[in-house]
């Protein structure tokens, strides 16, 4: 569905929106919230699984920091909405549920995407 524009035609900004959508899924929520909330599934070791839970949080507000830098002044991260501000909404989600605190302009992130008639209609 290219009419959709949820992949950039120009190369460049194809391979931006690659790296962010590859950050957000292989450090946020990989190296973050899988630590953060399974740690169970890592160690039985109660001790050992809130060490896995703080490291896991703070990969994950290292990972919001460089997103929001990477958000800077645009409404979405490739300026327009694309796949990888998708990814971005549920980590952010996530990040909001902890509640780990976000920057100003990933929390407006989140309210732009739950505000969008698509995501509406997927959480009622």
Do not use: C
Not at 20 to 36: C, E, K, N, P, Q
Not at 101 to 111: C, K, Y
């Amino acid at each position: 569905h290219p009419q959709a524009g949820l992949w950039p035609d120009d190369p460049t900004a194809r391979a931006r929106t690659l790296e962010a959508l590859d950050f957000i899924v292989a450090s946020v929520h990989m190296r973050g919230f899988t630590f953060a909330k399974v740690p169970g599934k890592f160690h039985s070791d109660p001790g050992v699984q809130a060490d896995l839970r703080a490291y896991g949080l703070g990969e994950v507000e290292k990972g919001l920091r460089i997103l929001s830098d990477l958000l800077a002044d645009k409404p979405y991260l490739a300026g327009r909405f694309g796949i990888a501000d998708a990814a971005l909404f549920y980590v952010s989600g996530w990040a909001e549920a902890e509640p780990i605190e976000m920057p100003d302009n990933l929390a407006a992130h989140l309210a732009r995407m739950r505000a969008r008639p698509s995501v509406i209609a997927a959480f009622p």
